[in-house]
């Protein structure tokens, strides 16, 4: 190999280059090891939420029930009402867009999804800063709950953190 670029090797030679190995399967190896890992995240957080649920008196089962576990969980920390105005929320959002013309865009329907939205988000932060205050904590954990909210629910669900009741 006197000026041969790695660009310029064939399959067998870099096979050869990399002791047997072939890109394809160290890329191969890379992805599995990173989808293990997020599989075993994914069932911390399961258990983290089950945990949420159990410390505050509802069963855990109710955790893992997709849609019924924001009610649940909405219902534990502030009053189900804005779970459903939420979820509404969203609802029309997702109208919205389904109806929306991406060539024509039509200014009256981009300012009632910008303020559905708007209106969907400050409900989520005020969720979150109450989902921190009925377990003991107060707004520097809710910003954490805000930017790093699967670390933060582990911690919640994990560490020694008491249900305190629904902050009203």
Same mark, same amino acid.
């Given at each position: 190999?006197?000026?041969t670029?790695a ?33 075993v ?7 983290a ?18 849609i019924? @576990? ?6 534990i ?16 959002l @997702? ?5 929306? @013309? ?7 329907i ?32 809710a910003?954490?709950l ?11 669900g ?10 009203l």
């Amino acid at each position: 190999m006197e000026a041969t670029t790695a660009l310029a090797l064939t399959p067998e030679q870099q096979e050869a280059a990399l002791g047997g190995a072939t890109v394809g399967g160290i890329l191969g190896l890379g992805a599995g090891i990173i989808f293990t890992a997020l599989i075993v995240f994914w069932i911390f957080q399961i258990i983290a939420y089950w945990k949420l649920f159990t410390k505050a008196g509802e069963p855990g089962w109710k955790s893992i029930i997709p849609i019924y @576990n924001g009610y649940v969980q909405y219902k534990i920390t502030w009053k189900p009402m804005w779970f459903w105005i939420a979820f509404v929320a969203m609802f029309v959002l @997702n109208l919205l867009n389904q109806f929306s @013309n991406p060539d024509a865009p039509n200014t009256a329907i981009i300012i009632i999804t910008t303020i559905v939205l708007i209106i969907n988000i400050v409900i989520q932060i005020m969720a979150t800063v109450k989902l921190s205050r009925a377990y003991g904590h107060g707004i520097g954990f809710a910003i954490g709950l805000i930017f790093l909210y699967p670390i933060f629910i582990l911690i919640l669900g994990y560490g020694k953190s008491e249900y305190k009741g629904a902050d009203l």
